[in-house]
């Protein structure tokens, strides 16, 4: 029995295309008769929770998706996971470990593959958050911040991206380095406290707190901005810059990051929400996280 990686819909051996979406359809599993070689079926998810979030995925025979090592919760004995390293030759999986250690994410993957009659896998962030989920289409990409990678479709390239210009990789709070996920498939990200999205029409611009942006479509401009006067940079408690989207696409934001959380907990801290401004200096290559 074949399966069409579209919708998932069942056709028979000799069809070609599947007759509910017309795509063409997958090869028929060769490793059981109840498998399918393929993990580019839609993928069934719930999340669940509010600001401690796990993201339920359950997993048809034969579909897999990888996840950041240390992020599941649980699995059923129908999953099989195990470790490796991106890439076909020994080159690609080395450079890419040096990539993934840039975006600040771990050498290894941790792959999820469902046998037998399917499985289900649970997964979860390090912190306090919110998950986001994106459904990208062939050839979309999505860029955001570094260690907010959480799972992803096998059908979907985790990359890096480097910003452009020069002021934004030393004061816009994400660092030189974001990362860029390109479709199809879903994927799956996470970040501190509430999101709050955004739609941004042609040249439409928002400001945004440096390290509070999540995540934001290719299309959308990244920059960063002065705040004003040097009483407002000094006192305002926001630092000297601000972060700058110009649009069009969909920008998302965070409420919390893990700086502000130190911050709060820090047993020295004396009060009041104000940063000091030289901290923006030290946003070379870092991240909230």
């Not at 074949?2 to 028929?28: I, L, R, S």
């Not at 975006?103 to 290894?108: I, K, N, P, V």
């Not at 306090?128 to 860029?143: E, K, T």
């Amino acid at each position: 029995m074949a399966f069409c990686t579209n919708c998932g819909g069942q056709t028979a051996d000799e069809t070609k295309f599947c007759p509910a979406c017309g795509v063409p359809v997958a090869p028929a599993a060769t490793e059981g008769p109840t498998e399918i070689q393929s993990s580019s079926f839609p993928l069934d998810y719930t999340v669940q929770g509010d600001n401690l979030q796990v993201v339920r995925v359950r997993l048809k025979p034969g579909q897999e998706v990888f996840a950041e090592a240390g992020k599941m919760l649980y699995k059923t004995p129908s999953v099989n996971w195990e470790t490796r390293m991106q890439g076909d030759s020994l080159g690609q999986k080395i450079w890419g470990a040096v990539k993934r250690k840039l975006m600040g994410e771990s050498l290894f993957m941790t792959y999820f593959r469902a046998l037998g009659s399917g499985g289900e896998v649970g997964f979860a962030g390090s912190y306090p958050g919110r998950i986001q989920v994106f459904d990208l289409a062939d050839g979309r990409s999505i860029l955001v911040q570094r260690d907010s990678f959480l799972l992803a479709q096998t059908t979907v390239q985790l990359n890096i991206a480097f910003t452009k210009k020069l002021g934004v990789g030393f004061f816009g709070g994400e660092g030189f380095i974001l990362e860029k996920l390109t479709g199809p498939g879903s994927v799956f990200i996470h970040g501190g406290g509430d999101f709050v999205e955004f739609q941004l029409g042609a040249g439409e611009v928002l400001q945004v707190d440096t390290g509070c942006i999540v995540a934001f479509e290719e299309g959308v401009s990244y920059d960063i901005q002065f705040v004003g006067g040097i009483k407002t940079a000094i006192f305002g408690g926001e630092g000297l810059f601000l972060a700058t989207l110009t649009g069009p696409g969909r920008a998302i934001v965070q409420s919390m990051t893990l700086q502000k959380m130190r911050r709060e907990l820090a047993p020295a801290r004396s009060g009041g929400d104000e940063r000091n401004p030289l901290g923006s200096f030290t946003n070379i290559l870092g991240s909230d996280d």
